[in-house]
Nanobody, 116 residues
Framework: QVQLVESGGGLVNPGGTLRLSCAAS????????MRWYRQAPGRERELVAA????????TYTDSMKGRVTISRDNGKNTVYLQMNTLEPEDTAVYYC?????????WGQGTQVTVSS
């Protein structure tokens, strides 16, 4: 079955960096776009970044553009989110997602907390 497992979250100081990973299994990873979302307390889940199956095409939400980079390694079935210059407002649970034949699959999420 499809599984997405995020890792790499944690507590970081403002201005710090984190790299999140999402390991995928149960489907042909290289065929599908992948997305990172986040959900802060009391707020709706929002799209952060997306990447095409080949990795060539990427898109970013305006609030994080210039501070995040999405990438993927199709040989490792893993998608990454490099986050730089983190701000307290980036505190959220970060999720990866894929859609396969109209079915959405989510990971369990990884907590990112930006605080001094």
């Amino acid at each position: 079955q499809v599984q997405l497992v995020e890792s790499g979250g944690g507590l970081v100081n403002p201005g710090g960096t984190l790299r999140l990973s999402c390991a995928a299994s149960g489907f042909t990873f290289s065929y599908y776009p992948m997305r990172w979302y986040r959900q802060a307390p009391g707020r709706e889940r929002e799209l952060v970044a997306a990447i095409s199956p080949s990795g060539i095409g990427t898109t970013y939400t305006d609030s994080m553009k210039g501070r995040v980079t999405i990438s993927r390694d199709n040989g490792k079935n893993t998608v990454y989110l490099q986050m730089n210059t983190l701000e307290p407002e980036d505190t959220a649970v970060y999720y990866c997602k894929t859609v396969i034949r109209s079915n959405a699959y989510w990971g369990q999420g990884t907590q990112v907390t930006v605080s001094s």
